[in-house]
């Protein structure tokens, strides 16, 4: 990967004619540095700044190993891997030709061997002093620790074997044929040759097509070299008596017989065998030269099996040539149009160096790119989203105390994004309509005073955010961010984020106080509170109708998605209602049956004293009412006389008929102390005065005047009602054999709370109440509250108003009394 993005050096030609990424250095701190930086830029090396005292000499003897790291861009290294790429070539050709060809070399090609052995040793020493680009991270390392453990992990062990004299070992051995098969183990050097056409095709000062085609005549030549050589190799193995059964042993051309091949000049015999190994791949016959033995009819078997599948590869590799469509050549004709672009407009070097970066920094990491994973189901995309950056977003400060929902929806809206050093990805001032997270690599927040000057605000390292500021309140970007190492960032659209703050509405919140607490105070954007504040309001205010429109609507996915997002089931609207309310009045059981799970406030009431209960009576929802009854929830009117009396007086006798079920009491007074019943008596309703006395109304029951129902029917003369309240009387007179007050009482017995300490006590005197029944005297309600509440010298019951009662029929039912204290 490091010589994949390795740049340019300073003897390179004009970018109009060639293209290599340069390794853009932080160019705020280069703005500031002195020749020293400059040096170290030009030789590539890291040297470790220290100040000057006894430990840093001690420390720079220890670490003396990692002062002297070689970057891959240093020329003088450059210029090593041209030289060790000419002993690549040689080494991979010649391997294949030892093999075959000789047992033992002669003193010239074994000198040779050993030159080009030492260089190789040599070049292994400096890869555990040179400095790589990181695959995931793209970041420079620079550490010996890491080098050198990637090293050992990789080609190290490979490297060192093919470095072995084997030529010597193989003398040593006693010429063991078994020991020259190690020998293959400097193939691995052609992976040298393959990273310099790799980089060749990027070049753009060498076309594109004649690369490809010296490339595939390189494989081409390459792999009939080798199967040459194996094949001359079959011969050798028999011994000199039996040379006649092989394939050049029996070989005859014209008048030439190549009987003792062994004593024919090296050459004819390689060229006789290259013959052979064309001929064999192009299988356009054989001729005079035919596999003689059962080895070398299996080989060439294995051979032209093999060659097929090079065929392929070479046919396929060519009509990519003619359609164009790899990617190496797309990227090479966009940086194209890209320098002409340049050159036409006559951007400065700065800004051609970044745009060219950039692109190639596309080009190197287009694994991230989206469309790799166009063809995966979202649902799949989604679960590698999380799995790759969900641990960086769960770190942002910003989102501390957010659900996972919430986490999760924002890292499947993710996209992955790479920056050079000294790119300016936000400007102050500017409308912003990206959220950025940092997963590796460092920013900078950089204030521009009135002046120009700048003063660096902050920095932005791995799990830190920008850009939510203006996203959330609307403003300006307050700052520059701009990148000081290369970096690996998440970006987040602004439509996408605001989309999911709309469903996690409390997330959203939290968003907004982290923001507050953090960012807005460390920044000194003081004016920005009042704005998050109103942002706070609006979004409830708007929450609130939502919540409700889909309990009025009967939406309950909408329902459960909002409160589950963290909207709250009890928010009322303007009229006081809650979902509660609406639900029940449209009659929709599943949606009530919800928010009483949700444990939502089932006796709430709206601005004009409605529960729920009573709403779903009102609309004849019988099931939601009977729902709600089972849940626990009752009417609780506050005016119960006056709204029973409403009831009667329009004659709709379901309704009372649900609203008597429902427990109300059918002998609740009005402010004229009239009951349901003398209403349907004075009106004449027999049908509704029938109802009340079914529910156990009282004929006893007199209003402010002393009028009793029957009194108000005869006035009506109404003979049916008459009749009916006349039979009531009787029957209600049989069972309790008492005067008309007592039998009223008795069946409708009234209560009242007594508190031993009066309301205008000081708290601390304030002690719980009894709830007792009222008795027949005063003197009896004092005793049985002074037993209760163990007080003694008490001599009188007062009123809220601080009024004495002085007679048990001035006591309203469910009245709060209060005891004149005495010593306790």
């Given at each position: 990967m490091s010589s994949a993005l390795s740049s340019s050096s300073s003897t390179s030609l004009d970018d109009d004619k060639e293209?290599?990424?340069?390794?853009?250095?932080?160019?705020?701190?280069?703005?500031?540095?002195s020749r020293f930086n400059l040096i170290e830029n030009e030789l590539g090396l890291e040297l470790t700044r220290r100040k000057f005292s006894r430990q840093s000499v001690i420390n720079g003897i220890k670490d003396l190993s990692k002062d002297l790291l070689i970057h891959p861009d240093n020329r003088w290294y450059q210029a090593w891997t041209k030289f060790i790429l000419l002993w690549a070539v040689y080494s991979s050709f010649f391997t294949p030709l030892e093999f075959g060809f000789f047992r033992g070399l002669p003193e010239n090609l074994f000198i040779l061997d050993i030159v080009g052995q030492v260089a190789f040793l040599l070049d292994i020493v400096l890869q555990f002093f040179l400095a790589y680009r990181d695959t995931q991270t793209y970041r420079m390392v620079h550490k010996c620790t890491p080098i050198a453990l990637r090293y050992l992990r990789s080609t190290f062990i490979i490297d060192l074997l093919a470095c072995m004299p084997w030529d010597i070992i193989y003398k040593a051995c006693g010429s063991k044929e078994e020991v020259r098969y190690l020998l293959w183990i400097r193939l691995s050097r052609v992976h040298k040759v393959t990273n310099f056409f790799q980089k060749l095709e990027k070049d753009i000062r060498v076309n594109y097509m004649f690369t490809r085609i010296i490339k595939l005549l390189v494989v081409e030549l390459y792999c009939t070299h080798t199967a040459a050589c194996i094949f001359y190799y079959l011969a050798t193995t028999l011994p000199p008596s039996q040379e006649g059964y092989t394939w050049i042993g029996s070989l005859k051309m014209g008048d030439f017989s190549y009987s003792h091949f062994r004593e024919i000049d090296l050459w004819k015999r390689y060229i006789t065998s290259l013959y052979f190994a064309i001929v064999t791949m192009a299988t356009v016959g054989y001729g005079e030269i035919h596999a003689v033995n059962l080895r070398e009819m299996i080989f060439i078997m294995i051979y032209v099996s093999f060659d097929m599948v090079l065929g392929a590869y070479l046919i396929g590799n060519m009509t990519a040539l003619i359609v164009k469509g790899s990617k190496t050549e797309k990227f090479r004709d966009k940086m194209t149009d890209l320098i002409k672009y340049m050159n036409r407009n006559r951007l400065g070097r700065d800004i051609r160096n970044q745009i060219k970066g950039h692109v190639r920094l596309q080009y190197e990491s287009s694994y991230t790119e989206a469309a790799v994973l166009q063809d995966i189901p979202i649902s799949i995309r989604a679960k590698i989203s999380q799995t790759l950056y969900l641990p960086f977003v769960e770190k942002v400060p910003v989102f501390?105390?957010?659900?996972?929902?919430?986490?999760?929806?924002?890292?499947?809206?993710?996209?992955?994004?790479?920056?050079?050093?000294?790119?300016v990805i936000m400007e102050q001032g500017n409308v912003v309509d990206q959220l950025y997270f940092v997963c590796h690599g460092v920013l900078e927040e950089v204030g521009i005073g009135e002046d120009g000057?700048?003063?660096?605000?902050?920095?932005?390292?791995?799990?830190?955010?920008?850009?939510?500021?203006?996203?959330?309140?609307?403003?300006?970007?307050?700052y520059n961010v701009r990148v000081c190492e290369?970096?690996?960032?998440?970006?987040?659209?602004?439509?996408?984020?605001?989309?999911?703050?709309?469903?996690?509405?409390?997330?959203?919140?939290?968003?907004?106080?982290?923001?507050?607490?953090?960012k807005v105070l460390n920044l000194g954007v003081k004016h920005l509170e009042s704005d998050i504040t109103f942002h706070i309001a609006k979004?409830?205010?708007?929450?609130?109708?939502?919540?409700?429109?889909?309990?009025?609507?009967?939406?309950?996915?909408?329902?459960?998605?909002?409160i589950r997002a963290g909207a709250d089931p009890n928010k009322t609207d303007y009229d006081g209602r809650s979902p509660l309310h609406l639900a029940a009045s449209r009659g929709y059981e599943d949606v009530t049956l919800f928010l009483i799970q949700e444990r939502v406030d089932i006796n709430s009431k709206d601005n004009f004293g409605n529960t729920p209960l009573l709403e779903a009576i009102k609309n004849g929802h019988d099931r939601v009412a009977s729902l709600l009854v089972k849940e626990g929830a009752s009417l609780k009117l506050d005016n119960s006389g006056s709204f029973l009396c409403t009831a009667v007086?329009?004659?709709?006798?379901?309704?009372?008929?649900?609203?008597?079920?429902?427990?109300?009491?059918?002998?609740s007074k009005d402010y004229d102390y009239r009951t349901p019943l003398h209403i349907a008596a004075s009106e004449g309703l027999y049908f509704m005065a029938n109802l009340l006395l079914e529910a156990g109304a009282s004929v006893f029951t007199k209003d402010r005047w002393g009028n009793t129902p029957l009194d108000?029917?005869?006035?009506?003369?109404n003979k049916n009602v008459i009749k009916l309240l006349e039979g009531a009387k009787s029957s209600q007179l049989s069972e309790f054999p008492y005067q008309s007050q007592e039998i009223t009482d008795k069946m409708h017995p009234r209560k009242c709370t007594v508190f031993p300490f009066h309301p205008w006590d000081p708290k601390e005197h304030r002690r719980h109440g009894i709830v007792l029944w009222v008795p027949q005297s005063i003197e009896e309600l004092i005793r049985a509250a002074v037993e209760q509440l163990d007080f003694i010298n008490v001599s009188c019951i007062l009123t809220e108003d601080a009024g004495k009662i002085l007679d048990v029929d001035m006591i309203k039912d469910g009245q709060k009394l209060y005891l004149e204290c005495g010593t306790h």
């Open positions: 293209y290599e990424v340069d390794e853009i250095r932080d160019r705020i701190k280069a703005s500031r540095g501390k105390g957010c659900s996972s929902e919430f986490i999760n929806q924002i890292v499947i809206k993710l996209h992955e994004e790479f920056f050079l050093p000294g790119e000057t700048e003063e660096t605000v902050s920095l932005l390292e791995p799990g830190s955010s920008f850009g939510e500021i203006s996203i959330l309140c609307n403003i300006p970007q307050p290369l970096c690996r960032l998440l970006r987040l659209d602004k439509q996408s984020f605001t989309n999911i703050l709309d469903i996690y509405f409390y997330d959203g919140r939290k968003i907004l106080n982290n923001l507050l607490e953090g979004q409830e205010a708007e929450l609130s109708l939502k919540v409700n429109s889909a309990a009025y609507q009967g939406d309950l996915y909408q329902l459960k998605g909002l007086a329009r004659g709709d006798s379901d309704y009372l008929k649900r609203i008597l079920s429902n427990g109300i009491d059918p002998n108000e029917a005869r006035m009506c003369g």
